[in-house]
């Protein structure tokens, strides 16, 4: 499994990803497995809007370096992240893809095996509150929806890459406007 990050960052980043991974591989093998064959990559990087995503076209996970080194967040965490990603892949290979009629059950499937594997560790509470909170069925999964959590998350997801405030602002205020203009056509 290849990890990709960024080593001027002091690759504490990599380091978690290899715990999360050696965890899921401790606790529940045969899911580590799966992980292994089902991704070629994880790539810790910046994303809008999510703490991971999974890329088709690499089948690459892709963990949000905010998340991964986050104070608060655990390595249990980042492994439930690993999980849900590598669902995601899995799927894909199955033939279920992510259009917007699926997206609802895709994520309910994922989150499933989230909490399956959250049941097999000592201390998987956390991944469980994760995931329940989640499940709530709060989170709307339309094409709209998802821009609109893109479109608020890129300020932040800027300002960390280094972009002065006012330039992310103005970039984010002219996403709206373009995402307003287009759901008025």
């Not at 093998?29 to 809008?48: A, G």
């Not at 905010?66 to 608060?72: A, D, I, K």
Request: with cysteine.
């Amino acid at each position: 499994m290849l990890i990709i990050y960024d080593a001027d960052k002091g690759g504490k980043d990599a380091d978690k990803i290899a715990a999360a991974l050696q965890l899921i591989q401790d606790f529940d093998p045969v899911r580590y497995r799966r992980v292994v064959r089902d991704l070629k990559q994880i790539w810790i990087t910046t994303i809008v809007g999510a703490a991971g995503q999974f890329v088709r076209s690499t089948s690459t996970c892709e963990l949000d370096e905010r998340f991964v080194t986050g104070e608060h967040t655990s390595i249990e965490e980042v492994a439930g992240a690993i999980v849900h990603e590598a669902t995601h892949a899995r799927l894909d290979q199955w033939g279920i893809g992510y259009e917007e009629e699926l997206r609802a059950r895709v994520e309910e499937v994922c989150m499933a095996r989230e909490l399956a594997f959250a049941t097999k560790l000592p201390v998987g509470a956390s991944i469980r509150r994760w995931v329940e909170a989640r499940q709530n069925g709060s989170v709307d999964y339309s094409n709209a929806a998802f821009n609109t959590r893109e479109i608020a998350g890129a300020r932040d997801a800027l300002v960390h890459l280094g972009t002065p405030v006012w330039f992310a602002e103005m970039i984010v205020f002219l996403a709206r406007l373009r995402q307003r203009k287009s759901t008025k056509r």
